[in-house]
């Protein structure tokens, strides 16, 4: 995931759909953030889906602290952001996971939500190559 300014953050906030937050003990345990089509996010890979999808939930990116990894907070979050996507009337899931270099765990995670890759793209300094996917948000 990529680093994020303060700054940066609060203009994500902004511009997101959805924009969860986990606390557990006085601590961020994990977050998401999600954005519809139609936003100014600069994202090369919320483009992408912006030129192909005419309707849906971009996930961004989500953490889960290294202290609350294993206590189930990335599905709670995937649960809850596919709820809102069928609430607000959006069939489509977006997101991307690394396959150079490779991310086997988050692949094996968004399997389990019923994603499936639409596409590949190479972008970046590091010129990271990811998978593109999308999954019908019924599939939850």
Same mark, same amino acid.
Request: avoid cysteine.
């Given at each position: 995931m990529s680093p994020l300014s303060p700054a940066r953050l609060a203009q994500l906030h902004q511009w997101s759909a959805c924009h969860r937050l986990v606390e557990t003990g006085g601590e961020v345990a994990a977050f998401l953030l999600a954005f519809r089509e139609g936003c100014d996010y600069d994202s090369p890979n919320y483009r992408w889906f912006a030129s192909r999808y005419p309707k849906f939930l971009y996930?961004?990116?989500?953490?889960?602290?290294a202290a609350h990894r294993g206590q189930g907070w990335g599905r709670a979050l995937y649960e809850n952001l596919f709820a809102f996507a069928r609430e607000t009337g959006v069939g489509a899931v977006t997101c991307e996971f690394?396959?150079? #270099? #490779?991310? #086997?765990?988050?692949?094996?995670?968004?399997?389990?939500?019923?994603?499936?890759?639409?596409?590949r793209q190479r972008y970046g300094a590091a010129n990271k190559l990811v998978a593109l996917q999308c999954a019908s948000s019924t599939q939850v």
């Open positions: 996930i961004d990116r989500i953490a889960v602290s690394d396959v150079d #270099p #490779p991310n #086997p765990v988050s692949e094996r995670f968004h399997r389990r939500f019923g994603f499936r890759e639409v596409g």
